[in-house]
Each structure stands twice: as C-alpha cells, then as structure tokens.
C-alpha cells in the first residue's frame, strides 16, 4: 500500500470493527503487493503466468474493464515504465526516450489473459495494482464496518477516504481535500457520509532531476512520460471505492477537458477538479457539500450537466 493510513469508528463494536479492518488491509498487501515475493501479483510476473485467488483474478478483470472504459489511460499493465522511471523509489532517474520507447509497446490491457483463475501475460510485460488496490481494500474495510454494525467511521487509506454513518455529535463527516500548491493546507472541504472521496495529483510524490525539472510520478500510458497536465488534482466521490481510485488516476492523465467530458458521457460519480490556472470545478451534485476556505486561492465554480 506505501502510505500512511488512518482509521476511525465508533459503536458498540468498533474496536472489533477496527481491528479486522486492519487485519484486512494487511492480507490485501501480502496478496497484490507487487513487491512481496508470495504474492498473486508477484508470481505472475516472476513467472509470466500464476494460479491466482478468485479475489485477485476478479480485481484484476475490473482493472481491465477500467482501462477499456478510460480508453487505456488507466492501465495496470504500465508497471515496466514504473520500474524504469523508479519514481516512488530511492533511486529515481529520467530514462532514454529509446528506453522508454522500447517498453510503451508492453503496455496495454491486451497483455492480460484470464481464464477462471489462470492469469497469463505476453512476455516481457508486468501489472502493478497500485492504482486500484487502495481502492478495493476501502470497498473491503467498508464492507467489514458495515458487517460489525458501527454507527461512524472515517477510514484514510492514503487518498482513498471512506465515511459512514455520523460522527458522535450527530453531524456529517467534513473530508478535507488538500491544496496542491500547499500541502499543509486544504482547497475545500465536502460534507459526506456513506461514500468514498479518492484524490490524486501529481503533487503527492515527485522527484527533482539534476537539471532542476520535477517529474510527478503519475505515468501517462500513452507517452511513458510523467503526466503534463493542466490539472493539479482530481477528486472523485463514488459509491465504489475501487472505481473512484482508477477513475481519479485516469481523469488526472487525461487533463480538464477530457476529464468534464467523461463525467457527461458516464455519470455515476461525483468530481472536483483543481486546475493548474487556479480553478476548482465540481459538479452539481457537490453544490450543497462543497465548503471553500474565505481566504482561498482557488475559484470556485460549478461545472454545466
């Protein structure tokens, strides 16, 4: 999962709640983390093929049904250009435009084959779940309060929050969205409950190159290249904490416009995008949840159905 994670909650069995909660998320790493060595995802591709959990052949599948519906700009199958910009490493580096061009032709949902529990991918090629799985472990963790009956909670699994319920006051839960530009600093708040609200932005993690430019370490799949956008953040609020997670990734890639598009032809999600010219654009359905701070430096406005 690589990131701080913090959860609450509250009812008569929340310690219970909390404590399967996390023994979840644990499992979930040990199952997908690319990196640990008996893990679904790290067999196959050591191997080019495993024998893999439904759990994880399932995950998998909506991850190439995410890439279809982006149109491949959300794409687990980019994990070989991750490894070779080494971004969220200790070793990053701005590789040969002939090395990056060597492995653009890896990546693409094509390479994955599944049957029943049979993983298989094209030689050379590799997943990294890194974009979905925070998701999916905060649909398992909401799934896990719901089971113990627990009257509030707020899990934050790096940027992919989940609330339910009420805080003990009987209020809403307030999610703070962080200012790209200050990190110490929020953009906005939404009053929400019983939904989950992931962020991505190429603020989060980046490195500087020794000729002084920083590159983000969100990959466009298309390029190779660390995304150029004209955005600065992405914030998706969905009943699907799996969706929102690839959603918010593929949105960022594909800049504003793009991004609005998407939003009008799909639906089924709510969206606040801060732009790099100082903008933050939600849709109607945030109107009455969306709260800015008075000293601001963005300009609110709602985006047109």
């Known amino acids: 999962m690589d990131t701080y994670m913090s959860l609450a909650a509250y009812g ?5 709640a909390l404590t399967a909660a996390v023994r979840e998320i644990n499992r979930l790493e040990r199952e997908l983390s690319r990196t640990i060595a008996t893990s679904d995802v790290y067999k196959i591709n050591a191997d080019g093929a495993a024998a ?9 599948q909506s991850a190439i049904a995410c890439s279809e519906k982006t149109g491949g700009l959300f794409d687990v199958t980019i994990a070989p250009l991750v490894a070779l910009w080494g971004i969220t490493t200790d070793s990053p580096r701005v590789p040969a435009q002939s090395e990056i061009a060597s492995l653009l032709p890896l990546v693409g949902s094509e390479h994955i084959h599944i049957d029943g529990n049979s993983v298989a991918l094209d030689s050379g090629c590799s997943v990294d779940l890194g974009g979905i799985a925070k998701g999916y472990a905060s ?11 627990v009257t509030g909670a707020a899990v934050s699994l790096g940027g992919n929050v989940y609330v339910c319920g009420q805080k003990p006051d009987g209020s809403v839960w307030n999610v703070a969205v962080q200012d790209p530009k200050d990190t110490s600093a929020y953009a906005m708040t939404l009053a929400l409950t019983d939904t989950f609200a992931v962020t ?3 603020y989060q993690r980046n490195f500087t190159a020794p000729d002084g430019t920083v590159y983000q370490h969100i990959l466009d799949p298309k390029t190779g290249c660390p995304v150029q956008s004209d955005l600065l953040s992405v914030t998706i609020v969905s009943d699907s904490g799996t969706l929102a997670d690839a959603c918010s990734t593929a949105l960022y890639v594909m800049g504003e416009q793009e991004a609005v598009n998407f939003w009008r032809q ?23 949840k969306i709260t800015t701070p008075e000293e601001g430096r963005y300009a609110a406005a709602a985006i047109d159905a």
């Open 200 to 202: 991505s932005g190429g």
């Open 266 to 288: 799909t639906g089924g999600f709510e969206m606040v995008l801060i732009t790099a010219d100082g903008r933050l654009l939600y849709t109607p359905g945030l109107a009455e």
């Open 12 to 16: 008569d069995d929340a310690q219970e």
């Open 52 to 60: 893999v959990s439904d759990e994880t052949a399932a995950l998998l």
């Open 139 to 149: 649909d398992r963790v909401a799934e896990i309060l719901k089971q113990h009956g």
